[in-house]
Nanobody, 115 residues
Framework: QVQLVESGGGLVQAGGSLRLSCAAS????????MGWYRQAPGKQRELVAT???????NYADSVKGRFTISRDIPKNTVYLQMNSLKPEDTAVYYC?????????WGQGTQVTVSS
């Protein structure tokens, strides 16, 4: 069974940085895609960033230039480095593994950015 464990969330002031980690219980070497999504109160879950098997990355327009997704294959871990955080980045951030219809989700980690 695939398990994803996120960590690294917390409270930070606007302009600050956080790094989220997502540790997978399976090897991620040949996983088609992993990603980060977020869901703010009252809003739908939205894509933040993805990284595919070849290493290519994709970002939501709202985070381009501020967030960086990366992976450490030997550690089966994906990261999301978040810089220049804004209050509108406040949300629960979820790690994902796989592509539809086979997608696994972590439990989420709260990120709160104060103004």
């Amino acid at each position: 069974q695939v398990q994803l464990v996120e960590s690294g969330g917390g409270l930070v002031q606007a302009g600050g940085s956080l790094r989220l980690s997502c540790a997978a219980s399976v090897t991620i070497f040949k996983i088609s895609a992993m990603g980060w999504y977020r869901q703010a109160p009252g809003k739908q879950r939205e894509l933040v960033a993805t990284i595919v098997v070849g290493g290519s990355t994709n970002y939501a327009d709202s985070v381009k230039g501020r967030f960086t997704i990366s992976r450490d294959i030997p550690k089966n871990t994906v990261y999301l480095q978040m810089n220049s955080l804004k209050p509108e980045d406040t949300a629960v951030y979820y790690c994902s593994l796989g592509t539809p219809p086979y997608v696994y989700w972590g439990q989420g980690t709260q990120v709160t950015v104060s103004s």
